[in-house]
T-cell receptor
Framework: AQKVTQAQTEISVVEKEDVTLDCVYE???????LFWYKQPPSGELVFLIR??????QNEISGRYSWNFQKSTSSFNFTITASQVVDSAVYFC????????????FGGGTRLMVKP | EAQVTQNPRYLITVTGKKLTVTCSQN?????MSWYRQDPGLGLRQIYY???????DKGDVPEGYKVSRKEKRNFPLILESPSPNQTSLYFC???????????FGPGTRLTVL
């Protein structure tokens, strides 16, 4: 069965600090997809990134970067020079085509960025 | 604007009173799904639909029904709501040949 673990339930940083959110997953499938979503205080779920299991290239998008390592089953998310607007709950998720593309979410990490 | 919409956004109801939460997407997506979000339990899938007239159970389908008569709509039906169905509900849709799910704004349901 698939499982996603976000060990950090809450992180607090001061603005401009870098912060890494950890995500570890379990799956038996060789084909799977990993995602990060952001849930700001307003409550909606905002898609950030999708990675398939065959693409281990790291990705950078502005202040955001993602490190995918199959060897450790991890898909970590780093925010560089954090800003107050980054304050949100961040979810890592996994989907498997064999499971009807159901997203299995981690428990989420609440990030608080203080000015 | 491409989007997933849900109505109502907030609903307070009483035990046993049937209700429907509507979900609509204007992106011609084939795949649609419903999730519920609960403190300490995270987000869990209730039902999903691969296409019109094709629906299947997710992780927590008990107490819910869905239908997919048209591609754009995927209503969630609670025939006899109970307090343990108090939750934040999200509808999502996904383009064909990909599995990135885009979520609606959420519906906060309280069952008294």
């Amino acid at each position: 069965a698939q499982k996603v673990t976000q060990a950090q339930t809450e992180i607090s940083v001061v603005e401009k600090e870098d912060v890494t959110l950890d995500c570890v997953y379990e799956t038996r499938d060789t084909t799977y997809y990993l995602f990060w979503y952001k849930q700001p205080p307003s409550g909606e779920l905002v898609f950030l990134i999708r990675r398939n299991s065959f693409d281990e290239q790291n990705e950078i998008s502005g202040r955001y970067s993602w490190n995918f390592q199959k060897s450790t089953s991890s898909f970590n998310f780093t925010i560089t020079a954090s800003q107050v607007v980054d304050s949100a709950v961040y979810f890592c998720a996994l989907s498997e085509p064999q499971a009807g593309n159901m997203l299995t979410f981690g428990g989420g990490t609440r990030l608080m960025v203080k000015p | 604007e491409a989007q997933v919409t849900q109505n109502p956004r907030y609903l307070i109801t009483v035990t046993g009173k049937k209700l429907t939460v509507t979900c609509s997407q204007n992106m011609n997506h084939e795949y649609m799904s419903w999730y519920r979000q609960d403190p300490g339990l995270g987000l869990r899938q209730i039902y999903y639909s691969m296409n019109v007239e094709v629906t299947d159970k997710g992780d927590v389908p008990e107490g819910y029904k869905v239908s997919r008569k048209e591609k754009r709509n995927f209503p969630l039906i609670l025939e006899s709501p109970s307090p343990n169905q108090t939750s934040l509900y999200f509808c999502a849709s996904s383009p064909p040949r990909t599995d990135t799910q885009y979520f609606g704004p959420g519906t906060r349901l309280t069952v008294l």
